[in-house]
Nanobody, 118 residues
Framework: VQLQASGGGLAQAGGSLRLSCAASGSIITRQIMGWYRQVPGEQRELVATITSGGTTNYADSVADRFTISRDNRKNTVYLEMESLKPEDTAVYYC?????????????WGEGTLVTVSS
């Protein structure tokens, strides 16, 4: 499975960005898809996940500002980021995995950098 993320870039505080991540290859359609982020020197952290049925989970820090969605026909997950803050600056990674089966189905995309200026 390959994950191709796009949409990162530079935004001002209070602005918006939209990330996309398209999965290809030997996809299991019930895969959970999600976004994580990492600041240099810190651990990678969960931003949001979404199941194939549309159940979402968010980090508390973004729950009222970010929206995750997916198009199962396109095997693509999106992250709409609004009211961006400088502390949202990080490399954002897309992930596709099966709950309870990450030993054999757990894929990461290359990161896309999001920079929020104050």
């Amino acid at each position: 499975v390959q994950l191709q993320a796009s949409g990162g870039g530079l935004a001002q505080a209070g602005g918006s960005l939209r990330l996309s991540c398209a999965a290809s290859g030997s996809i299991i359609t019930r895969q959970i898809m999600g976004w994580y982020r990492q600041v240099p020197g810190e651990q990678r952290e969960l931003v949001a996940t979404i199941t194939s049925g549309g159940t979402t989970n968010y980090a508390d820090s973004v729950a009222d500002r970010f929206t995750i969605s997916r198009d199962n026909r396109k095997n693509t997950v999106y992250l709409e980021m609004e009211s961006l803050k400088p502390e949202d600056t990080a490399v954002y990674y897309c992930r596709a995995y099966l709950s309870g089966s990450t030993n054999y189905y757990n894929y990461w995309g290359e990161g896309t950098l999001v920079t929020v200026s104050s």
